[in-house]
């Protein structure tokens, strides 16, 4: 049998068509009233199914409508539905023509039982004429009425979930910190972005309405290239994207950006819109740079660490044994000059290798309560033999300044490698000022520069009137063997040594810079509680000498050697030994008093500090002075190297080694050789 169905509602239409193919009969469809009446009009049916309500023409319509059409006046029809089931239903579908009337959803057997019956009943189905029954026209027009009232409370309905769902969009797409997009389908019409970027991007969001591709224009050279590639030569463009960049705001600042974007599709799976979410990633990517940049600072520190022991004890023989000969040779011998070229290559040579054990935070510090005050005027007269007579320096030093706690030496190559900085760029001259104050450094500076934390602070900041840095060169500031200088005019390690150093001190480092517009390094140091101490400098040798007993201690024989020469020139009496248990042999014997340990840390079998312990049972009171060229702080001298404890860190001088003996033996209350117990 060809029958024709009628329904707007895909599920039921599937289900309907399912169970008449099973019938074995012919179908043909249609999704609402109108488009029946168009099919009924030019082919042949056996038989009509139609839904009630639907869209343009419902099923009491289309039902009536057959029945004024003489050819089809008698042509079957049966109208079933799921909304409308009651009496009243059935007899306004009987009343407009209709065969029979069922409910939604219909079993296989009741339809093919209604089928069959209608069939089986010959005659005409005649439609109401309007003048013979105004009841089922009236019960009809109530009904539209009903179901025109029942579509505008859903129309309203909608709408007011509409515009619910609107407006949590607003809220969500107005307070997020990312920026929303949404575009046509080849990005050539912006439809929406959030207000994110304005903040983020620093331009109107009327700009990009106008103009779709203006946020490319923030884009920096090195990527807008590609991402235009990007844009235009995309293989899919029903496919997501995932893009990293810079941008330059107008105020110069640099942002880095991640974008994503993806693909909305309608029905039939055309795309016909994107939406994406741009991201300012640039703290994520400034921790990324920090960790590569402490990786690298960890492999280039392990070096370091690994052949300071060594290269120190061979530069404490090389400066030492240079210095011993300049002060025995005259001014005018033919050696001297060669003499001392050699002490001055040492000297570089020692330098570097504080510089690398300096930036990745080997070194061995020991701290003091200091005022930076006292530190500046202390410095001032040697910085300005270094900056030069046309660069004028100026102090402006806060009264009350709090303490910080600092190794002196350390603080002090600090402020003189960033003046040395600073007069570089000032090559005409200029203005140099070193400020201090107390500051404070809250959650929102924190938040701007991870890894610092929120406290109270002594700043150190040190001024230039020079030509100021780019952003670019701001970036790489402080990472190793970076310079701008000329070939041969710099390490690149200055800088780096004064990050490594502040940071090992517990503070940071920030730095404002424009291009012409000078520079200002401001040196963050954690205040602390404490009296500030005096600043001391080793004196001379002609002031250094003694008579006491020193137990020497050194495996390396270089070393050991100088120190020997040093001490008995200087008038005192030495005992040597090459390792813990030769000494312990050797204060076995001796029966006079030893007033002085002087011992290497790192040694074969026992170290220094296990023979000092056992040298306090046999020799109670004696002082202590540890050496070391091997500045590994993660490992042996991690909380064993304090304040308290007399260090000497190799490569050392005669006058240094001498000034710290002096030092400890004068000193009342100087450490013991058993330092903790």
């Not at 029966?591 to 340990?597: A, D, R, V």
């Not at 020799?619 to 042996?636: C, E, H, K, Q, W």
Request: aromatic share 6%; glycine share 8%.
């Amino acid at each position: 049998m060809r029958i024709l169905i009628v329904d707007d509602h895909t599920a039921s239409l599937q289900l309907l068509r399912l169970t008449l193919h099973s019938m074995g009969h012919a179908l043909v469809e249609a999704v609402d009233g109108m488009q029946a009446l168009e099919l009924l009009k030019s082919q042949e049916f056996e038989l009509v199914i139609s839904d009630i309500l639907m869209p343009n023409l419902d099923g009491y319509r289309l039902c009536f409508e057959v029945r004024q059409m003489p050819r089809l006046k008698n042509l079957p029809i049966i109208l079933y539905s799921s909304t409308y089931m009651s009496p009243s239903d059935h007899d306004l579908a009987m009343g407009f023509g209709a065969s029979a009337f069922l409910g939604k959803p219909a079993t296989s057997e009741k339809l093919a039982e209604t089928i069959q019956e209608v069939l089986s009943r010959p005659g005409p189905r005649t439609p109401i004429e309007p003048a013979q029954d105004l009841g089922i026209l009236k019960q009809y027009s109530e009904r539209l009425i009903t179901k025109i009232e029942e579509k505008n409370l859903e129309l309203v309905r909608r709408t007011e979930e509409l515009e619910a769902s609107e407006e949590k969009f607003r809220q969500l797409a107005e307070n997020i910190r990312e920026v929303f997009w949404i575009t046509n389908a080849d990005q050539s019409v912006m439809i929406y972005v959030s207000p994110a970027y304005e903040s983020i991007w620093g331009r109107r969001c009327q700009d990009l309405y106008e103009n779709p591709r203006e946020w490319t224009d923030a884009i920096r050279p090195e990527y807008k290239a590609r991402i235009d590639a990007l844009l235009a030569n995309r293989p899919s463009r029903s496919a997501p994207f995932s893009w990293e960049y810079q941008i330059a705001r107008p105020d110069g600042s640099i942002r880095w950006i991640h974008d994503r974007g993806f693909p909305i599709k309608d029905r039939t799976g055309a795309v016909y819109r994107f939406a994406g979410i741009a991201q300012d990633i640039t703290e994520r990517k400034s921790l990324e740079n920090q960790l590569t940049r402490s990786q690298r600072m960890e492999a280039v520190g392990r070096l370091a660490g690994g052949i300071a022991h060594d290269f120190n004890n061979l530069l404490t023989a090389i400066n030492g044994y240079s210095q011993l000969a300049l002060a025995r040779l005259d001014a005018r011998d033919p050696l001297y000059n060669d003499v001392q070229e050699i002490s001055k290559a040492g000297e570089r040579a020692a330098a570097l290798t504080r510089q690398l054990l300096a930036f990745s935070r080997r070194q061995v510090l020991q701290p003091r309560i200091l005022n930076l005050n006292a530190v500046v005027a202390d410095i001032e007269r040697l910085l300005k033999r270094l900056i030069g007579e046309n660069i004028e320096l100026v102090s402006s030093l806060h009264q009350d300044l709090g303490s910080v706690e600092v190794d002196p030496g350390q603080i002090e190559q600090v402020i003189v490698n960033l003046a040395v900085n600073a007069r570089d760029a000032m090559p005409h001259g200029g203005r140099l000022v070193l400020e201090t104050q107390d500051t404070w450094l809250d959650e929102t500076y924190v938040r701007e520069h991870p890894g610092v934390a929120a406290g109270p602070y002594v700043l150190l900041a040190i001024t230039d009137a020079g030509t100021g840095m780019s952003p670019d060169v701001k970036a790489h500031l402080f990472e190793p063997f970076y310079t701008t200088k000329e070939h041969g005019k710099g390490t690149g390690l200055g800088l780096a040594t004064v990050d490594g150093i502040i940071r090992q001190s517990g503070g940071h480092v920030a730095v404002d810079s424009e291009l012409g517009r000078g520079t200002t390094f401001k040196v963050y140091l954690p205040r602390k509680d404490g009296t500030p101490e005096a600043i001391q400098k080793p004196g001379r040798r002609g002031d250094l000498r003694g008579s006491e007993t020193v137990l020497l201690v050194e495996d390396e024989p270089a070393v050991r050697a100088l120190a020997r020469i040093v001490l008995t020139e200087a008038g005192y009496k030495t005992l040597d030994a090459r390792q813990g248990e030769e000494a312990l042999l050797i204060v076995e014997r001796y029966e006079k008093p030893i007033h002085l340990l002087l011992s290497d840390l790192v040694m074969p079998g026992m170290n220094g500090l296990e023979l000092s312990r056992r040298l306090e049972l046999m020799v109670p009171g004696l002082r202590a002075i540890f050496m070391s060229g091997y500045n590994d702080t993660t490992s042996l001298h991690e909380g064993i190297i304090g304040p308290d404890m007399p260090f000497l860190s190799k490569p050392f001088t005669p006058d240094v080694l001498l000034s710290k003996v002096r030092e400890v033996l004068d000193s009342k209350n100087a450490a013991r050789a058993s330092p903790g117990t």
